[in-house]
């Protein structure tokens, strides 16, 4: 079964560079969530959408902006990239519309500031 | 400050025996409940859920048990096996609210002897 696909898998970018990370959902989910994993912590929730729109908001920096496209893939936007950073950052999809529907997650994408 | 937490970084068993992994909770509004295992370098895989509605939730060798008034949750697995050995993330989520997005305690890592 198709899972939750992420782009890159690695990424290493200088300070105060960009970064665009990718996310496409599994087929028919029409939610998608973004985390950020630092070394030896816990996901940390960013942001989320459904059906294209702002769903919710967690400890997105100003810095970073992400948006859902038409076909449900959603791209998280990073700029002035600061070493803290560096992370693996994760995104989920679930499908809503009532009931409880788990998030399933991509295999995350390392990002790496130096 | 941390809604969900893992008491436990780590937890040796031997192969065959029970495993034990505990979580707690602060917030009221969490009504639904998930352990996601995790090994290096992939994204957290969902194992089993629990609404709030219910007390026990099982799934072959795993057993999720919620106690709603002291806000803690574990994760029951017997027979232990040394494929378990991996991350085990708690998540939870207050849906009532009309949110879904996950908040992850920081972890507990299985070792499971042969």
């Known amino acids: 079964a198709a899972g939750v696909i992420q782009s890159p898998r690695h990424l290493i970018k200088e300070k105060r560079e960009t970064a665009t990370l990718k996310c496409y959902p599994i087929?028919?989910?029409?939610?998608v969530y973004w985390y950020q994993q630092g070394p030896g912590q816990d996901p940390q929730f960013l942001i989320s959408f459904y059906e294209k729109m702002q769903s919710d908001k967690g400890s997105i920096p100003d810095r970073f902006s992400a948006q859902q496209f038409s076909d449900y893939h959603s791209e998280l936007n990073m700029s002035s990239l600061e070493l803290g950073d560096s992370a693996l950052y994760f995104c989920?999809?679930?499908?809503?519309?009532?009931?409880?529907?788990?998030?399933?997650f991509g295999q995350g994408t390392r990002l790496t500031v130096v | 400050d941390q809604q969900v937490k893992q008491n436990s970084p780590s937890l040796s068993v031997q192969e065959g025996r029970i495993s034990i992994l505990n979580c707690d909770y602060t917030?009221?509004?969490?009504?639904?409940f998930l352990w996601y295992k995790k090994y290096p370098a992939e994204g957290p895989t969902f194992l089993i859920s629990i609404s709030s509605i219910k007390d026990k939730n099982e799934d072959g060798r795993f057993t999720v048990f919620l106690n709603k008034s002291a806000k803690h949750l574990s994760l029951h697995i017997v027979p232990s096996q040394p494929g378990d050995s991996a991350v085990y993330f708690c998540?939870?989520?207050?849906?009532?609210?009309?949110?879904?997005?996950?908040?992850f305690g920081t972890g507990t890592r299985l070792t499971v002897i042969p």
């Open positions: 989920a999809s679930s499908l809503s519309g009532g009931g409880n529907t788990e998030a399933f």
């Open positions: 998540a939870a989520s207050a849906r009532r609210t009309g949110a879904n997005n996950l908040f």
């Open positions: 087929p028919r989910h029409d939610t």
């Open positions: 917030n009221s509004m969490f009504d639904y």
